[in-house]
């Protein structure tokens, strides 16, 4: 960087590349670049990166699609510090996000309501099967259990090899979710039942004198099947709607917003929300 004297008051300053806050934050968040990796390129100070990327005002979308399709989910960054996000399948738009301290059925409500209150037609809500969130929309809105996490409830109950008969057919029929339509799932689950009802309800006394069941997880993946299936074909009597099956869109989405903030550990609560409402936009 060269240095010039000012001929008529001498003061002495220098020409050459100013930092743009815009560009570094650009390459902050979609070039992976660390605060040391950045002040190594542009010849300055940590202190001087840190300094261009706070002056940085993220904007956030004000333009939302009027027909949506809502995926929402909540992803954490430690145990009391998440962003739980709603995005529309149909644009891949985030339509509203909120930070949490815990995932609960009330701040989802609140978000349904925020995304309406924009304006905003929903015509479907796609999630992970929390208990009581499907009741809380009563008949109002269409309502997708994600038969991915439906998948995985049943794998934690069964493992993904189980060892008894009545375990591995149940595992085989749970597999066949997202290839079949619920007629077809549901008669294949009663067989199973009818084949099974015997093996499931055994009991046996424990040392108290009280009786208990044998098979207490093949009877809660049974039973979880059970009490998800009206929610599990919705997208199958709704084609028209283009309703997906599963949350994989916004899991995707919280795959990639980790893997760039992993290159930029440590960062506080502030920089790490304003890194996620870039991010997001939302």
Known sequence: MQRYKCASC????QAGFRLDSDTIWHEYIQGKQTYSQLAAKYNCSIK???RKIDAVKTVRLTIFPSV?????DTTYFGRKFGVMVFKDSLTGSILFKQYVKQETNQLYLKGIEEISRRGIKIQ???CDGRKGLFQLFDDRIPMQMCNFHQVAILRRYLTKKPKMQASKELWEHTLLLTNTDKESFEGGLNDWYIKWENFLNERKTDEKGTKRYVHKKLRS??????TNLPWLFTWYY?????IPNTTNAIDGHFANLKNKLRNHNGLSITRKKKFIDEFFKA
């Open 124 to 126: 479907s809500i796609i």
């Open 221 to 226: 993946a049974y039973r979880s099947l059970k």
């Open 48 to 50: 001087t990166i840190q």
């Open 238 to 242: 709704n084609i028209d709607l283009k």
């Open 10 to 13: 001498g003061k002495i300053f």
């Open 68 to 72: 949506v399709n809502v995926l929402m």
